[in-house]
């Protein structure tokens, strides 16, 4: 069963990589036209040209065609991590920053390519890191939703195995993390 997610895992991120190669951001400023191209540098190339971006206030920065939709990094995080959602991942974004429970159900691929400055594997509102939270700073990396927690179970925890891990297990928010390499 192992081999069997491993190899769905890796069949996902190598699909979602052909689609094009990505850029790593340098954004020093945070006008509107920043914001947009630090949203972009989330998603592969070819993706982010018909994808929708959005501020953290709601507010669209330029529409898109394609049903993803982009963000700047969250004001809330020092450093980068702007990230790039369908329209499964908007369903969980939305329960995440209202801090209700994220129903699931549905798989969901989203996009952090830029990578981000640091979050904790085990509390989803962890703000620094602790001695017992597993703070984890990860480089280029693709986010997936499945359709049922129960595909989960045998899959590491454990950001540090190398490979894809479950994050935020026993949470409603529980996905898995799949790094792409280093920055």
């Known amino acids: 069963m192992r081999?069997?997610?491993?190899?769905?895992?890796?069949?996902?991120?190598?699909?979602?990589?052909?689609?094009?190669?990505?850029?790593?951001?340098a954004f020093a400023d945070h006008h509107e036209a920043g914001l947009v191209k630090e949203a972009l540098s989330?998603?592969?190339?070819?993706?982010?040209?018909?994808?929708?971006?959005?501020?953290?206030?709601?507010?669209?920065?330029?529409?898109?065609?394609?049903?993803?939709?982009c963000m700047p990094t969250p004001p809330h995080i020092?450093?980068?991590?702007?990230?790039?959602?369908?329209?499964?991942?908007?369903?969980?974004?939305?329960?995440y920053l209202n801090k209700t429970e994220y129903a699931g159900g549905k798989f969901g691929i989203s996009y952090m390519l830029a990578g981000d400055s640091g979050s904790s594997n085990i509390d989803p509102y962890a703000e620094g890191p602790t001695d017992d939270n597993q703070w984890v700073v990860e480089g280029p990396h693709l986010m997936l939703l499945v359709?049922?927690?129960a595909l989960l179970e045998g899959m590491s925890t454990d950001p540090w195995n190398g490979g894809p891990y479950v994050m935020w297990k026993d949470t409603s928010y529980v996905h898995i993390m799949v790094p792409l390499g280093k920055d």
């Open 3 to 25: 081999l069997l997610r491993t190899g769905f895992v890796s069949a996902v991120v190598l699909g979602s990589l052909a689609v094009a190669g990505w850029t790593s951001p």
């Open 42 to 69: 989330a998603a592969p190339v070819e993706l982010a040209k018909g994808a929708t971006v959005m501020d953290w206030e709601n507010n669209v920065l330029q529409e898109g065609d394609n049903g993803w939709t």
């Open 78 to 95: 020092k450093g980068v991590a702007p990230m790039c959602f369908d329209k499964v991942w908007m369903e969980w974004a939305h329960a």
């Open 147 to 149: 359709s049922d927690p």
